[in-house]
Every structure is written in C-alpha cells, then in structure tokens.
C-alpha cells in the first residue's frame, strides 16, 4: 500500500497563493491516480482537485478554477496543489488521496473512490 503526506499549508493573506506537496512512499506513485479534497470546520469533505496516474487528465472543482492547478512528478513521487488567489473561504484542511488507476484516464472525483488518504495539512487565509 501507498502512504500519504501531505504539506505546504500555512497562513496567507486573501490573494496570496501556496503549493501544497503530497509525498507517497511504499508503492510508486505512477500506478495511482490521485485527488486533493478539503474539509472547513462544520462542513463536509469537498472535492478539489484529480488527477490521472500519467498526469493527461485532470479535473477541478467550479469553486476553484482557474486559480488552483494539480500536477504531479512520478519520478519525484510527488503530487501538488498550487493555489493561487486564495480566498477566506478556502481555508480549510487539506488532503490528498490515492486510488490503484485501472484505466490511465482515471481520476476520481468522489471521496468514496479513493483507497488511501493523508493526514491533512491546515490552510487558513486571513482577509
């Protein structure tokens, strides 16, 4: 199985921007399509971002494109979330997932389909 951590998050000022890492560990990340997801204090778990285990395809949620971008380095093991223009309501804990790809278009947009999940790292944004 694939272990999860996440880091990156910190407090900004309302337009500022920040990049969040997810490092994998115990299987190559190239096998695994991944998301980001966000949950804010008294809400449910959202969906942010995914991503296809080659990277071709991706997927963002309307509440934050054009500002977030998911990428990923295989070679790196590493997946990301720029964000830019950050607003007070994307504060929240941040964490990325991962799911085995079967199919290399595969990227999940729903929480249940993914397998394994990080343990969050905290953005606040101030205004």
């Known amino acids: 199985q694939v272990q999860l951590v996440e880091s990156g998050g910190g407090l900004v000022q309302a337009g500022g921007s920040l990049r969040l890492s997810c490092a994998a560990s115990g299987r190559p990340l190239s096998t695994y399509a991944m998301g980001w997801f966000r949950q804010a204090p008294g809400k449910e778990r959202e969906f942010v971002a995914a991503?296809?285990?080659?990277?071709?395809?991706?997927y963002d949620a309307d509440s934050v494109k054009g500002r977030f971008t998911i990428s990923r380095d295989n070679a790196k093991n590493t997946v990301f979330l720029q964000m830019n223009s950050l607003e007070p309501e994307d504060t929240a804990v941040y964490y990325c997932?991962?799911?085995?790809?079967?199919?290399?278009?595969?990227?999940?947009?729903?929480?249940?389909?993914?397998?394994?999940w990080g343990q969050g790292t905290q953005v606040t944004v101030s205004s």
């Open positions: 991503i296809s285990r080659a990277g071709g395809v991706t």
């Open positions: 997932a991962a799911v085995v790809a079967l199919v290399p278009r595969q990227a999940p947009r729903q929480g249940y389909e993914y397998r394994y």
